[in-house]
Protein backbone atom coordinates (compact mmCIF):
# COMPACT_ATOMS: atom_id res chain seq x y z
CA UNK A 1 0.00 0.00 0.00
CA UNK A 2 3.24 2.20 0.87
CA UNK A 3 6.50 2.17 -0.78
CA UNK A 4 9.16 4.54 0.37
CA UNK A 5 12.63 3.94 -1.92
CA UNK A 6 15.70 5.97 -1.06
CA UNK A 7 13.41 9.51 -0.38
CA UNK A 8 15.54 12.29 0.90
CA UNK A 9 14.45 15.68 2.18
CA UNK A 10 17.17 18.81 1.67
CA UNK A 11 16.79 22.07 3.23
CA UNK A 12 19.54 24.15 2.43
CA UNK A 13 22.63 22.42 4.26
CA UNK A 14 20.40 20.49 6.18
CA UNK A 15 20.01 16.74 5.24
CA UNK A 16 16.30 16.16 7.31
CA UNK A 17 15.44 12.95 5.92
CA UNK A 18 18.87 10.67 4.32
CA UNK A 19 17.55 7.92 1.99
CA UNK A 20 14.99 6.14 3.80
CA UNK A 21 13.24 3.37 2.49
CA UNK A 22 10.12 1.20 3.94
CA UNK A 23 7.18 -0.02 2.91
CA UNK A 24 3.20 -0.47 4.67
CA UNK A 25 1.52 -3.34 3.72
CA UNK A 26 -2.81 -2.94 3.27
CA UNK A 27 -4.37 -3.35 6.65
CA UNK A 28 -1.30 -2.61 8.84
CA UNK A 29 -0.97 -0.39 11.82
CA UNK A 30 2.23 0.84 11.63
CA UNK A 31 4.29 3.20 14.70
CA UNK A 32 6.76 5.74 13.24
CA UNK A 33 9.26 6.42 15.94
CA UNK A 34 11.88 9.27 16.23
CA UNK A 35 13.33 11.78 18.55
CA UNK A 36 12.12 15.18 17.95
CA UNK A 37 13.93 16.52 14.90
CA UNK A 38 14.37 12.83 13.64
CA UNK A 39 12.53 13.70 10.05
CA UNK A 40 9.54 12.12 11.75
CA UNK A 41 6.80 15.12 10.45
CA UNK A 42 9.09 15.90 6.92
CA UNK A 43 8.34 12.13 6.44
CA UNK A 44 4.87 12.48 6.52
CA UNK A 45 4.71 15.60 4.70
CA UNK A 46 6.12 14.08 2.18
CA UNK A 47 3.81 10.75 1.61
CA UNK A 48 0.84 13.43 1.95
CA UNK A 49 2.28 15.29 -1.11
CA UNK A 50 2.57 18.53 1.06
CA UNK A 51 6.77 18.61 0.80
CA UNK A 52 8.40 17.31 -2.34
CA UNK A 53 10.95 15.47 -2.07
CA UNK A 54 14.43 16.05 -2.71
CA UNK A 55 15.12 12.49 -4.21
CA UNK A 56 13.91 9.04 -4.27
CA UNK A 57 10.52 7.87 -4.68
CA UNK A 58 7.31 6.97 -2.71
CA UNK A 59 4.30 5.38 -3.96
CA UNK A 60 0.67 5.32 -1.87
CA UNK A 61 -2.14 2.60 -2.94
CA UNK A 62 -0.08 2.70 -6.54
CA UNK A 63 0.43 6.26 -6.95
CA UNK A 64 3.44 8.40 -7.39
CA UNK A 65 3.65 11.54 -5.03
CA UNK A 66 5.42 14.02 -7.69
CA UNK A 67 3.82 12.38 -10.86
CA UNK A 68 0.10 11.93 -9.43
CA UNK A 69 -0.37 13.82 -6.18
CA UNK A 70 -3.67 14.39 -6.83
CA UNK A 71 -4.83 10.70 -6.89
CA UNK A 72 -2.60 10.41 -3.41
CA UNK A 73 -4.39 13.13 -1.46
CA UNK A 74 -7.65 11.41 -2.36
CA UNK A 75 -6.72 8.36 -0.92
CA UNK A 76 -5.17 9.59 2.13
CA UNK A 77 -6.38 10.77 5.48
CA UNK A 78 -3.89 13.39 7.39
CA UNK A 79 -4.02 14.84 10.81
CA UNK A 80 -1.12 16.80 11.46
CA UNK A 81 0.39 17.12 14.96
CA UNK A 82 -1.85 20.78 14.78
CA UNK A 83 -5.14 19.91 13.87
CA UNK A 84 -6.15 22.18 10.87
CA UNK A 85 -9.45 24.22 12.60
CA UNK A 86 -11.09 27.16 11.29
CA UNK A 87 -11.78 28.44 15.29
CA UNK A 88 -14.69 30.49 13.87
CA UNK A 89 -16.27 27.37 12.21
CA UNK A 90 -19.02 25.21 13.91
CA UNK A 91 -18.22 21.45 14.17
CA UNK A 92 -20.71 20.20 11.78
CA UNK A 93 -20.21 23.02 9.78
CA UNK A 94 -15.94 22.17 9.30
CA UNK A 95 -16.99 18.66 8.48
CA UNK A 96 -19.05 19.20 5.86
CA UNK A 97 -16.65 21.97 4.64
CA UNK A 98 -13.98 19.52 4.57
CA UNK A 99 -15.71 16.50 3.03
CA UNK A 100 -17.05 18.73 -0.04
CA UNK A 101 -13.48 19.04 -0.34
CA UNK A 102 -13.01 15.80 -0.75
CA UNK A 103 -15.68 14.96 -3.27
CA UNK A 104 -18.44 14.13 -0.90
CA UNK A 105 -22.28 15.67 -1.26
CA UNK A 106 -25.88 14.92 -0.55
CA UNK A 107 -26.97 12.24 1.27
CA UNK A 108 -23.18 10.54 1.44
CA UNK A 109 -22.01 13.51 3.13
CA UNK A 110 -24.45 13.79 5.70
CA UNK A 111 -24.26 9.99 6.51
CA UNK A 112 -20.15 10.42 6.70
CA UNK A 113 -21.06 13.60 9.35
CA UNK A 114 -22.93 11.39 11.41
CA UNK A 115 -20.85 8.05 11.01
CA UNK A 116 -17.25 10.50 12.26
CA UNK A 117 -18.65 12.00 14.75
CA UNK A 118 -20.24 8.76 16.38
CA UNK A 119 -16.88 7.10 16.25
CA UNK A 120 -14.83 10.16 17.26
CA UNK A 121 -17.30 11.01 19.86
CA UNK A 122 -18.05 14.50 18.92
CA UNK A 123 -21.56 14.32 18.22
CA UNK A 124 -22.60 16.70 21.44
CA UNK A 125 -20.06 19.52 19.81
CA UNK A 126 -21.44 19.44 16.32
CA UNK A 127 -23.03 22.41 16.94
CA UNK A 128 -20.34 24.41 18.71
CA UNK A 129 -17.51 26.86 17.62
CA UNK A 130 -14.59 25.21 17.02
CA UNK A 131 -12.56 27.77 18.82
CA UNK A 132 -14.78 27.35 22.10
CA UNK A 133 -13.79 23.43 21.94
CA UNK A 134 -11.22 21.89 24.22
CA UNK A 135 -7.62 20.63 23.28
CA UNK A 136 -9.12 16.87 23.57
CA UNK A 137 -12.41 17.98 21.70
CA UNK A 138 -10.22 19.73 19.17
CA UNK A 139 -7.82 16.54 18.57
CA UNK A 140 -10.83 14.30 17.75
CA UNK A 141 -12.55 16.67 15.32
CA UNK A 142 -9.09 16.48 13.68
CA UNK A 143 -8.94 12.85 13.74
CA UNK A 144 -13.14 12.91 12.05
CA UNK A 145 -11.94 14.82 9.38
CA UNK A 146 -9.31 12.47 8.26
CA UNK A 147 -11.39 9.61 8.00
CA UNK A 148 -14.64 11.60 6.72
CA UNK A 149 -13.90 10.59 2.97
CA UNK A 150 -13.16 6.83 3.77
CA UNK A 151 -9.24 7.06 3.20
CA UNK A 152 -6.95 3.84 2.14
CA UNK A 153 -4.58 5.21 4.11
CA UNK A 154 -4.81 6.88 7.42
CA UNK A 155 -1.61 9.34 8.32
CA UNK A 156 -1.69 10.28 12.01
CA UNK A 157 0.76 12.71 13.56
CA UNK A 158 0.09 12.23 17.23
CA UNK A 159 -3.36 11.13 17.24
CA UNK A 160 -3.90 11.54 21.31
CA UNK A 161 -1.98 14.42 22.06
CA UNK A 162 -3.81 16.71 24.40
CA UNK A 163 -6.47 13.94 25.48
CA UNK A 164 -7.15 12.38 29.00
CA UNK A 165 -6.60 8.96 29.46
CA UNK A 166 -10.52 7.82 28.60
CA UNK A 167 -10.34 9.45 25.59
CA UNK A 168 -6.99 7.90 24.88
CA UNK A 169 -8.35 4.22 25.35
CA UNK A 170 -11.34 5.07 23.27
CA UNK A 171 -8.63 6.94 20.18
CA UNK A 172 -6.76 3.46 20.46
CA UNK A 173 -9.97 1.53 20.05
CA UNK A 174 -10.93 3.18 16.67
CA UNK A 175 -7.67 3.17 15.05
CA UNK A 176 -7.55 -0.34 16.17
CA UNK A 177 -10.97 -0.95 14.48
CA UNK A 178 -10.08 0.98 11.16
CA UNK A 179 -7.11 -1.23 10.67
CA UNK A 180 -7.92 -4.20 8.20
CA UNK A 181 -10.28 -1.80 5.60
CA UNK A 182 -7.39 1.09 6.45
CA UNK A 183 -3.57 1.21 6.26
CA UNK A 184 -2.53 3.68 9.10
CA UNK A 185 1.00 5.48 10.01
CA UNK A 186 0.66 6.43 13.40
CA UNK A 187 3.87 8.95 14.58
CA UNK A 188 3.44 9.18 18.40
CA UNK A 189 5.94 10.16 21.56
CA UNK A 190 3.58 7.65 24.04
CA UNK A 191 5.33 4.06 23.31
CA UNK A 192 3.14 1.87 25.30
CA UNK A 193 0.79 3.27 22.48
CA UNK A 194 2.40 1.40 19.64
CA UNK A 195 3.11 -1.23 21.57
CA UNK A 196 -1.01 -1.68 22.55
CA UNK A 197 -2.02 -0.50 18.29
CA UNK A 198 1.24 -1.48 16.25
CA UNK A 199 2.00 -4.43 14.43
CA UNK A 200 5.11 -2.79 13.11
CA UNK A 201 7.67 -0.08 14.19
CA UNK A 202 9.81 2.21 12.19
CA UNK A 203 12.55 4.08 14.06
CA UNK A 204 14.34 6.84 12.81
CA UNK A 205 16.94 9.03 14.06
CA UNK A 206 18.73 11.94 12.45
CA UNK A 207 16.83 11.39 8.96
CA UNK A 208 18.35 7.58 8.57
CA UNK A 209 16.52 4.12 9.00
CA UNK A 210 17.34 3.05 12.11
CA UNK A 211 15.54 -0.35 12.52
CA UNK A 212 12.12 -1.38 10.92
CA UNK A 213 10.36 -4.41 12.06
CA UNK A 214 7.41 -6.01 14.61
CA UNK A 215 8.21 -5.12 18.15
CA UNK A 216 7.95 -8.61 19.15
CA UNK A 217 11.24 -9.27 16.41
CA UNK A 218 12.63 -5.79 18.06
CA UNK A 219 12.68 -7.22 21.52
CA UNK A 220 14.44 -10.52 20.26
CA UNK A 221 17.05 -8.54 17.84
CA UNK A 222 17.55 -5.95 21.27
CA UNK A 223 17.92 -8.70 23.60
CA UNK A 224 20.33 -10.78 22.05
CA UNK A 225 20.51 -13.31 24.92
CA UNK A 226 17.87 -15.58 26.16
CA UNK A 227 16.70 -13.63 29.41
CA UNK A 228 14.47 -14.72 31.91
CA UNK A 229 12.43 -13.78 35.08
CA UNK A 230 12.47 -16.37 37.97
CA UNK A 231 10.66 -15.82 41.06
CA UNK A 232 11.94 -17.84 44.14
CA UNK A 233 10.09 -17.95 47.28
CA UNK A 234 11.91 -20.18 50.77
CA UNK A 235 9.29 -22.97 51.84
CA UNK A 236 9.88 -22.40 55.68
CA UNK A 237 9.42 -18.52 55.48
CA UNK A 238 13.16 -17.92 55.03
CA UNK A 239 14.76 -17.24 52.20
CA UNK A 240 18.95 -16.20 51.36
CA UNK A 241 19.06 -14.42 47.90
CA UNK A 242 23.13 -14.52 47.95
CA UNK A 243 22.76 -18.41 48.26
CA UNK A 244 19.71 -18.68 45.52
CA UNK A 245 22.25 -16.36 43.19
CA UNK A 246 24.79 -18.41 43.42
CA UNK A 247 23.08 -21.57 43.03
CA UNK A 248 21.55 -19.98 39.58
CA UNK A 249 24.93 -18.67 38.49
CA UNK A 250 26.05 -22.41 38.57
CA UNK A 251 24.14 -23.58 36.04
CA UNK A 252 25.85 -24.31 32.52
CA UNK A 253 24.99 -21.49 30.08
CA UNK A 254 23.77 -18.75 32.72
CA UNK A 255 26.01 -15.84 31.75
CA UNK A 256 24.49 -13.16 34.41
CA UNK A 257 22.39 -13.25 37.70
CA UNK A 258 20.92 -10.48 38.98
CA UNK A 259 18.65 -9.92 42.04
CA UNK A 260 15.79 -7.55 40.64
CA UNK A 261 13.30 -7.46 43.56
CA UNK A 262 13.50 -8.79 46.98
CA UNK A 263 10.36 -8.69 49.29
CA UNK A 264 9.06 -10.94 52.33
CA UNK A 265 10.23 -14.93 51.24
CA UNK A 266 10.20 -14.34 47.99
CA UNK A 267 12.83 -13.03 45.53
CA UNK A 268 12.76 -11.99 41.57
CA UNK A 269 16.10 -12.71 39.95
CA UNK A 270 16.63 -11.95 36.24
CA UNK A 271 18.93 -14.58 34.51
CA UNK A 272 20.66 -14.38 31.24
CA UNK A 273 21.65 -17.27 29.00
CA UNK A 274 23.11 -17.98 25.80
CA UNK A 275 21.18 -20.78 24.94
CA UNK A 276 17.56 -20.95 24.80
CA UNK A 277 16.91 -24.28 26.49
CA UNK A 278 18.19 -23.20 30.34
CA UNK A 279 14.43 -22.84 31.71
CA UNK A 280 14.52 -26.29 32.42
CA UNK A 281 18.11 -26.69 34.32
CA UNK A 282 16.73 -23.43 35.97
CA UNK A 283 13.68 -25.11 37.50
CA UNK A 284 15.05 -28.01 38.53
CA UNK A 285 17.80 -26.20 40.37
CA UNK A 286 15.77 -24.07 42.22
CA UNK A 287 13.16 -27.03 43.40
CA UNK A 288 15.90 -29.78 44.14
CA UNK A 289 17.52 -26.87 45.95
CA UNK A 290 14.48 -26.80 48.10
CA UNK A 291 13.13 -23.49 47.18
CA UNK A 292 9.42 -22.84 45.37
CA UNK A 293 9.05 -21.89 42.24
CA UNK A 294 6.72 -19.38 41.86
CA UNK A 295 7.44 -18.04 38.28
CA UNK A 296 9.36 -18.52 35.37
CA UNK A 297 8.79 -16.12 32.04
CA UNK A 298 10.42 -13.98 29.38
CA UNK A 299 11.93 -10.69 30.44
CA UNK A 300 11.12 -9.35 27.05
CA UNK A 301 12.48 -5.55 26.75
CA UNK A 302 10.00 -2.99 26.94
CA UNK A 303 9.67 -0.63 23.56
CA UNK A 304 10.99 2.43 25.21
CA UNK A 305 14.22 0.52 25.92
CA UNK A 306 14.71 -0.22 22.68
CA UNK A 307 13.84 3.14 21.21
CA UNK A 308 16.99 4.23 23.70
CA UNK A 309 18.92 1.58 23.04
CA UNK A 310 19.23 2.16 18.84
CA UNK A 311 18.92 5.52 19.15
CA UNK A 312 21.94 5.91 21.58
CA UNK A 313 23.92 3.52 19.56
CA UNK A 314 23.35 5.72 16.56
CA UNK A 315 24.48 8.75 18.09
CA UNK A 316 28.02 6.86 19.65
CA UNK A 317 28.86 5.75 16.20
CA UNK A 318 28.67 9.50 15.24
CA UNK A 319 32.08 10.41 16.71
CA UNK A 320 33.95 7.56 15.32
CA UNK A 321 32.35 8.85 11.50
CA UNK A 322 33.96 12.39 12.60
CA UNK A 323 36.88 11.30 13.53
CA UNK A 324 37.26 9.45 10.41
CA UNK A 325 36.63 12.30 8.20
CA UNK A 326 38.98 14.64 10.05
CA UNK A 327 41.97 11.82 9.63
CA UNK A 328 41.73 11.70 5.78
CA UNK A 329 41.84 15.26 5.93
CA UNK A 330 44.65 14.81 8.26
CA UNK A 331 46.65 12.50 5.71
CA UNK A 332 45.91 15.46 2.92
CA UNK A 333 47.19 18.57 4.67
CA UNK A 334 50.22 16.51 6.28
CA UNK A 335 50.65 15.75 2.55
CA UNK A 336 50.48 18.90 1.11
CA UNK A 337 53.04 20.55 3.71
CA UNK A 338 55.70 17.49 3.23
CA UNK A 339 55.83 18.79 -0.59
CA UNK A 340 55.32 22.19 0.49
CA UNK A 341 58.66 21.58 2.68
CA UNK A 342 60.48 19.62 -0.04
CA UNK A 343 60.72 22.55 -2.26
CA UNK A 344 61.32 25.93 0.55
CA UNK A 345 64.17 23.61 1.66
CA UNK A 346 65.66 22.79 -1.54
CA UNK A 347 64.78 26.46 -2.60
CA UNK A 348 66.56 27.57 0.30
CA UNK A 349 69.58 25.73 0.21
CA UNK A 350 69.89 26.14 -3.53
CA UNK A 351 70.04 30.31 -2.45
CA UNK A 352 72.59 28.79 0.01
CA UNK A 353 74.88 27.02 -2.43
CA UNK A 354 74.47 30.10 -4.82
CA UNK A 355 75.69 32.53 -2.08
CA UNK A 356 78.17 29.91 -1.14
CA UNK A 357 80.02 30.14 -4.65
CA UNK A 358 79.79 33.99 -5.10
CA UNK A 359 81.62 34.16 -1.91
CA UNK A 360 84.28 31.76 -2.80
CA UNK A 361 84.57 33.01 -6.27
CA UNK A 362 85.32 36.50 -5.11
CA UNK A 363 81.79 37.61 -6.50
CA UNK A 364 80.87 41.50 -4.91
CA UNK A 365 77.32 41.55 -6.27
CA UNK A 366 74.88 40.52 -4.14
CA UNK A 367 72.77 37.42 -4.75
CA UNK A 368 69.12 37.63 -6.33
CA UNK A 369 66.91 36.68 -3.43
CA UNK A 370 63.83 37.12 -6.01
CA UNK A 371 65.43 34.97 -8.53
CA UNK A 372 66.99 31.92 -6.21
CA UNK A 373 63.94 31.60 -3.88
CA UNK A 374 60.71 33.71 -4.16
CA UNK A 375 60.38 32.80 -7.85
CA UNK A 376 61.21 29.26 -7.89
CA UNK A 377 58.63 28.60 -4.45
CA UNK A 378 56.19 30.59 -6.05
CA UNK A 379 56.55 28.47 -9.12
CA UNK A 380 56.45 25.32 -7.06
CA UNK A 381 53.31 25.98 -4.88
CA UNK A 382 51.15 26.66 -7.86
CA UNK A 383 51.88 22.90 -9.53
CA UNK A 384 50.99 21.75 -5.74
CA UNK A 385 47.79 23.97 -6.56
CA UNK A 386 46.60 22.66 -9.09
CA UNK A 387 46.55 19.10 -7.98
CA UNK A 388 45.95 19.66 -3.85
CA UNK A 389 43.35 22.46 -3.98
CA UNK A 390 41.00 20.42 -5.98
CA UNK A 391 41.57 17.47 -4.01
CA UNK A 392 40.30 19.30 -0.62
CA UNK A 393 37.55 21.10 -2.23
CA UNK A 394 36.18 18.32 -4.08
CA UNK A 395 36.13 16.26 -0.96
CA UNK A 396 34.56 19.06 0.87
CA UNK A 397 31.47 19.76 -1.49
CA UNK A 398 31.60 15.62 -1.69
CA UNK A 399 31.06 15.81 2.42
CA UNK A 400 28.14 18.77 2.03
CA UNK A 401 26.17 16.49 -0.64
CA UNK A 402 26.04 13.47 1.53
CA UNK A 403 25.77 15.13 5.31
CA UNK A 404 24.04 18.11 3.99
CA UNK A 405 26.63 20.11 5.98
CA UNK A 406 29.53 21.93 5.09
CA UNK A 407 32.80 21.23 7.16
CA UNK A 408 35.91 22.28 7.39
CA UNK A 409 38.15 19.19 7.20
CA UNK A 410 40.27 18.99 10.47
Same mark, same amino acid.
Given at each position: ?????????????????????????????????????????????????? /?????????????????????????????????????????????????????????????????????????????????????????????????????????????????????????????????????????????????????????????????????????????????????????????????????????????????????????????????? =??????????????????????????????????????????????????????????? =?????? =??????????????????????????? /???????? /??????????? =???????????????????????
Amino acid at each position: MIRVQEITKKYARNLAVDHISFEVQKGEIVGFLGPNGAGKTTTMRMLTCF /LPPTSGTATVAGFDVLEQPLEVKKRIGYLPEMPPLYPEMGTAEYLSFVGKLKGLSGAELSKRIDYVCERCAIADVKKKLLGRLSKGYRQRVGLAQAIIHNPDVLILDEPTAGLDPKQINETRDLIRGLAGDHTIILSTHILPEVEQTCQQVIIINKGKLVATDTVQNLQSRARGAESVLVEVAGRNGNLNSASVQHRLEQIAGVSRVSLKESRDSRNIFEIESQKN =FVRGDLARAVVESGWDLNELRSAAMSLEQIFLQLTREEAASEPEKLAAKGAIAYLLLTM =FAVIFG =FFFWNSLGYFVIRTMEAQMSGQTFPVN /LNEYIIRP /LLSNVSVIGLF =FIPMITMRLFAEEKRTGKFRVPL
